[in-house]
């Protein structure tokens, strides 16, 4: 891997203007990050290389995760970061657990073969990643069905969960926090967990803003951050079905866009930042990150423009989840608790 150093970007933003989330415990996150997942098109060599980038113009804070299959080309791109002048502790690195990881056991592992990838010796942030411990290859088809997949079921998921506090215990980890959970599933946990999660990941765009699980999640004192914030026009074919819309086609957020002088991608990143949530856009194009980033450190969109994006929500889910199935002849929605009770 032929990386360049890091030094920075005379275009890009002082980090110290970037603004930050206020986590329970008075830790800082920084309000925007770099998602790395690089799907089925990116290679790791690319998004090690964003990271650096990505660094250059001022990001500090990346979202990872071992079913990326590329930690280890993070971990190279923050030696160069770290080398370059960038304190650890400037930086705020996530990684999650993936689901045939679920078992008490399997936690630990799992998060120290991350630290190990990433060359670094705890985590800022840990999740889990999806709620079931359902395994699929990778490039599976939406039929694709584990053997072993089940439902969610509360008091394996506390097992997980109570490993997990274990790893923040013993300092291997700052923060835990959950992934692609519902009101039902949050309300369990809360109600049984020793230590409560810092933050949940959710899908956040302007087409799906789920406000009743984002409110929830808020007065919870839980931070949402923000995964696909502009639509995910890069995810993989088999999310994509025929209803799916495109948030930055949508005449609002064009015309909203064209005002300010951003793209229409990164409007939508503002908008979510400064709704309150973190977005963790990925891009491996340096003018797409760059952009972001200066968007989100750039005057802010008034009353009237956040409430006329607020009216353009579609309750159009893009990561619909349907390789997590545990039963044939199952919708997707059966993954979403949408009734208010969770699927079994």
């Known amino acids: 891997m032929n990386l360049p150093a890091y030094s920075p970007?005379?275009?890009?933003?002082?980090?110290?203007?970037?603004?930050?989330?206020?986590?329970?415990?008075?830790?800082?996150?920084?309000?925007?990050?770099?998602?790395?997942?690089?799907?089925d098109s990116v290679t790791g060599d690319q998004v090690a290389a964003a990271v650096v980038g990505a660094a250059a113009v001022g990001y500090r804070h990346f979202d990872c995760?071992?079913?990326?299959?590329?930690?280890?080309?993070?971990?190279?791109?923050?030696?160069?970061i770290v080398a370059g002048g960038v304190p650890r502790s400037e930086l705020w690195i996530n990684s999650k657990v993936w689901n045939d990881k679920h078992k008490a056991a399997d936690?630990?592992?799992?998060?120290?073969?991350?630290?190990?990838?990433?060359?670094?010796d705890y985590l800022d942030l840990y999740f889990v990643h999806w709620p079931f411990p359902n395994f699929h290859p990778p490039g599976c088809s939406v039929e694709s069905r584990s053997k072993d997949a089940r439902p969610y079921i509360h008091?394996?998921?506390?097992?997980?969960?109570?490993?997990?506090?274990?790893?923040?215990?013993?300092?291997?980890?700052?923060?835990?926090?959950?992934?692609?959970?519902?009101i039902p599933k949050l309300k369990l946990l809360l109600r049984d967990a020793r230590i409560k999660p810092a933050v949940n990941e959710?899908?956040?765009?302007?087409?799906?803003?789920?406000?009743?699980?984002?409110?929830?999640?808020?007065?919870?004192?839980?931070?949402?951050?923000?995964?696909?914030?502009?639509?995910?026009?890069?995810?993989?074919?088999?999310?994509?079905?025929?209803?799916?819309?495109?948030?930055?086609?949508?005449?609002?957020?064009?015309?909203?866009?064209?005002?300010?002088?951003?793209?229409?991608?990164?409007?939508?990143?503002?908008w979510g930042q400064q709704r309150g949530q973190i977005p963790i856009p990925f891009s491996v194009n340096r003018r797409n990150y760059l952009a972001n980033i200066q968007a989100v450190a750039g005057a802010p969109l008034s009353a009237e423009e956040m409430k006329a994006i607020a009216d353009i929500d579609r309750n159009c889910r893009l990561i619909k989840g349907q390789?997590?199935?545990?039963?044939?002849n199952q919708n997707w929605e059966d993954l979403w608790d949408l009734d208010g009770t969770i699927t079994l």
């Open 202 to 270: 959710m899908e956040l765009h302007p087409h799906f803003q789920q406000p009743e699980l984002y409110d929830f999640v808020v007065k919870s004192g839980i931070v949402p951050i923000g995964y696909s914030p502009i639509g995910s026009p890069g995810r993989p074919e088999r999310d994509r079905t025929s209803d799916d819309t495109v948030d930055i086609e949508d005449p609002v957020i064009v015309e909203i866009a064209k005002g300010h002088r951003l793209h229409p991608a990164s409007l939508c990143v503002k």
């Open 155 to 182: 008091d394996k998921f506390m097992e997980t969960w109570g490993a997990m506090e274990k790893l923040k215990q013993e300092g291997l980890v700052r923060q835990i926090g959950t992934s692609n959970m519902t």
């Open 9 to 39: 970007a005379n275009d890009g933003i002082d980090p110290s203007l970037i603004p930050h989330r206020l986590l329970a415990d008075g830790a800082k996150i920084p309000a925007i990050g770099l998602g790395t997942f690089g799907s």
């Open 323 to 328: 390789v997590f199935l545990w039963k044939k």
């Open 65 to 80: 995760a071992s079913v990326y299959s590329n930690e280890d080309f993070v971990g190279a791109a923050l030696e160069k």
């Open 107 to 120: 936690v630990a592992g799992s998060c120290r073969q991350s630290l190990r990838d990433l060359g670094l």
